[in-house]
């Protein structure tokens, strides 16, 4: 086994460790040991390091195409909605890319506690290639500019609510004072690694089962 699979199956083993629910929702370093956290980071500086696609945006789109499910984070907004009030849980989390046309949407399942309510929160946004710093061409980072959010509830009590559908539509909070960026940093053909420009890190899983209601 080449050493880029062993420490890709050292973290994931990881990540399957502390993923105590089985509902499928990302862990994030919020509520976790600062030892734990320290070893998922350096486990994926290490898979950084050896990178088969060192310029993703240059040489493997074909590869970032498609549904990614979130499996860690430590990004502000997915920690908060880790911690939903009113007795909400937070369900998957995905983000499905459409290369060609420089679109992406990130889709997070909501569920009450008790089954009362079902629903999601949709993102969507659009992104360009950006240059890094001293590269002539861009080759990893990504120039993020979000649209619109949309709240959806889907069910109440076990019954559909198709009028509830995408009940509230809100434009999305871009930075005002400087433009997102996310830099895919690991990249094969079932695992993604990016980080934010605000130093957040995102694992994510390729993913076979989005709802066919999110397309």
């Known amino acids: 086994m080449n050493n880029q699979l062993l420490i890709k199956e050292k973290l994931q083993a990881k990540l399957e460790k502390i993923q105590t629910k089985s509902d499928g929702s990302p862990v994030t370093n919020l509520k976790l040991d600062k030892t734990l956290v320290?070893?998922?980071?350096?486990?994926?500086?290490?898979?950084?390091?050896?990178?088969?696609?060192?310029?993703?945006?240059?040489?493997?789109?074909?590869?970032?195409?498609?549904?990614?499910?979130?499996?860690?984070?430590?990004?502000?907004?997915?920690?908060?909605?880790?911690?939903?009030?009113?007795?909400?849980?937070?369900?998957?989390?995905?983000?499905?890319?459409?290369?060609?046309?420089?679109?992406?949407f990130n889709l997070a399942k909501v569920k009450h506690s008790l089954g009362l309510v079902s629903g999601y929160v949709k993102v969507t946004a659009s992104f360009e290639p950006a240059k890094e710093d001293l590269e002539p061409l861009a080759n990893k980072r990504l120039n993020v500019y979000f649209d619109k959010r949309y709240l959806s509830i889907d069910k109440i009590i076990g019954i559909n609510t198709p009028q509830l559908n995408q009940?509230?539509?809100?434009?999305?909070?871009?930075?005002?004072?400087?433009?997102?960026?996310?830099?895919?940093?690991?990249?094969?053909e079932t695992l993604r690694v990016g980080r934010g420009g605000d130093g957040s890190l995102f694992i994510l899983s390729k993913s076979n089962d989005l709802p066919d209601f999110t397309s």
Not at 167 to 188: C, E, G, H, M, Q
């Open 167 to 188: 009940f509230k539509v809100v434009p999305a909070n871009n930075f005002t004072s400087r433009t997102a960026t996310l830099d895919i940093t690991y990249l094969d």
């Open 38 to 104: 320290e070893g998922i980071e350096q486990l994926t500086t290490e898979l950084e390091s050896v990178n088969p696609n060192l310029n993703p945006l240059l040489n493997a789109t074909y590869l970032l195409d498609g549904a990614w499910q979130l499996q860690y984070s430590t990004a502000r907004e997915i920690r908060s909605l880790v911690s939903l009030p009113l007795g909400l849980k937070l369900g998957k989390v995905y983000q499905v890319i459409d290369v060609a046309n420089k679109l992406f």
